[in-house]
């Protein structure tokens, strides 16, 4: 079945650590957006690739970073730069190509939630 | 700045009731507004609203989009236990490459 897989759905990491968030999606969509989401923020978009090879910050970009090496894939990290990392982590794709600016519907993953002690 | 307010931010209803959701926006070069649903985790689609004064239905499920006065509502008519979950409402520019969501509508359906 197609669909979008994140991994760990938990995970739990004390302060100063990175940590990796994977995503990886059989869909074969070109774009692919991370979100964090906070109780009563609804959600908040950290990285977006159009393409491989090819990422741009979202609204609140900063402590993370990510690769987008291949069109399935496209990990997150949180690094110790993030001042608030515990959150939960919502990886999605969409069908957008290339020249394409629109994103259109939105495939979520199940979420990885966060927690560093 | 592109801006999405949902409201209100929580409800609880009983069973059998009939429920609105409501969405505002403002964000330059509007492409379309869409309707999402979370119960755990993952959200699920729901509508994609492009043209005003269209209404599009799934079900008890119904939505409309009002251009000019910049909203959206969400009707859920009949509400079951199962429509409880948070509605997430999200709006595309032709300027931008993602989606801007709104903080979300908690709902709670009480037996």
């Known amino acids: 079945d197609g669909g979008i897989t994140q991994s760990p759905k938990y995970l739990f990491r004390k302060e100063g650590q990175n940590v990796t968030l994977s995503c990886e999606q059989n869909?074969?969509?070109?774009?692919m957006y991370w979100y964090r989401q906070d109780p009563g923020q609804g959600l908040r978009l950290i990285y977006y690739?159009?393409?491989?090879?090819?990422?741009q910050k979202g609204d609140i970009a900063e402590g993370y970073s990510v690769s987008r090496e291949k069109k399935e894939s496209f990990p997150l990290t949180v690094t110790s730069a993030q001042k608030n990392p515990t959150a939960f982590y919502l990886c999605?794709?969409?069908?957008?190509?290339?020249?394409?600016?629109?994103?259109?519907?939105?495939?979520f993953g199940e979420g990885s939630r966060l927690t560093v002690l | 700045e592109d801006k999405v307010v949902q409201s209100p931010l929580s409800l609880v209803v009983h069973e059998g009731d009939t429920v609105t959701l409501n969405c505002s926006y403002e964000v330059t070069n509007f492409r379309s507004l869409l309707w999402y649903k979370q119960e755990k985790k993952a959200p699920t689609f729901l509508f994609m609203l492009?043209?005003?004064?269209i209404e599009k239905k799934s079900g008890r499920l119904s939505s409309i989009l009002d251009k000019k006065e910049l909203f959206s509502i969400l009707n859920i008519t009949a509400t079951q236990t199962g429509d409880s979950a948070v509605y997430l409402c999200?709006?595309?520019?032709?300027?931008?490459?993602?989606?801007?969501f709104g903080k979300g509508t908690s709902l709670l359906v009480t037996p």
């Open positions: 690739s159009q393409i491989v090879n090819d990422f």
């Open positions: 999605a794709s969409s069908i957008a190509g290339s020249g394409r600016r629109n994103t259109g519907e939105l495939f």
């Open positions: 869909l074969n969509h070109d774009a």
């Open positions: 999200a709006v595309e520019s032709n300027s931008g490459y993602a989606l801007n």
């Open positions: 492009t043209s005003s004064g």
